[in-house]
């Protein structure tokens, strides 16, 4: 196993045709992939420094270069990792276009289905005692603004509209914990349908 050092003494600026940049950010990156691969396996209780080392083929000074401690590094991979589910999000956020909604269901389902230790890390283990609750308390909020501002315009009291995708954004969260649990039983299409329709059933709920 190779122990991820470079050569000893002053590091050139060019080895291995590599940069001084380049090396660390492929370490950073080692890191992140050891980490999501523990999640996967046995949920973030498994990530420790220690075993993201172990697994990426480094030594703890090379952890240490990009994070103080586990807590930060699951809190720089989650905040990613949520980029990543809002992106496809944000690219298919309409207000009344049918087409578009069921577009952004799939795009959404898509995400999740695309990686399951990322989204296990983002949809599962917020529920778990791992150190994430803060995190996910400051980054939901870009979802909750990204629904009430694209698909609920219709609701003219700014609270309502809150309420409205506060709910919606917890109510799919859930759903798709437990569906990657285990504990809910839903093809691909059903999920993209009830998507569909809770969208939909939520941009009726205040229309006079």
């Known amino acids: 196993m190779h122990s991820g050092q470079d050569s000893p003494g002053p590091e050139p600026r060019i ?7 380049e090396r660390r950010e492929a370490r950073r990156t080692a890191l992140f992939e050891a980490a999501l ?23 703890d000074r090379y952890f240490y270069e990009s994070f103080t401690d586990r807590d930060d590094l699951l809190d720089v991979l989650y905040r990613q990792v949520a980029t990543e589910f809002l992106e496809p999000m944000t690219a298919f956020a309409v207000a009344d276009d049918p087409e578009r909604i069921r577009a952004l269901a799939q795009a959404l389902i898509d995400t999740v289905l ?12 917020p529920y778990s005692s791992t150190g994430l609750g803060q995190t996910t308390i400051a980054v939901m909020p870009a979802f909750t603004r990204l629904i009430q ?13 809150r309420l409205a995708a506060v709910t919606m954004a917890a109510g799919n969260a859930g759903m798709f914990s437990a569906w990657l649990n285990g504990r809910l039983r839903a093809t691909r299409e059903q999920l993209v349908d009830h998507v569909v329709e809770t969208i939909s059933a939520y941009r009726t709920m205040y229309r006079g």
């Open 15 to 21: 080895w291995g045709g590599t940069t001084l940049t």
């Open 37 to 59: 691969d523990l999640i996967g396996e046995s949920g973030a209780a498994g990530v420790t420094m220690r075993a993201v080392c172990r697994r990426a083929g480094l030594t």
């Open 114 to 125: 695309q990686d399951p230790r990322k989204s296990r890390l983002f949809l599962v283990e």
């Open 149 to 161: 501002d694209h698909l609920f315009t219709h609701i003219a009291d700014p609270a309502q509209r």
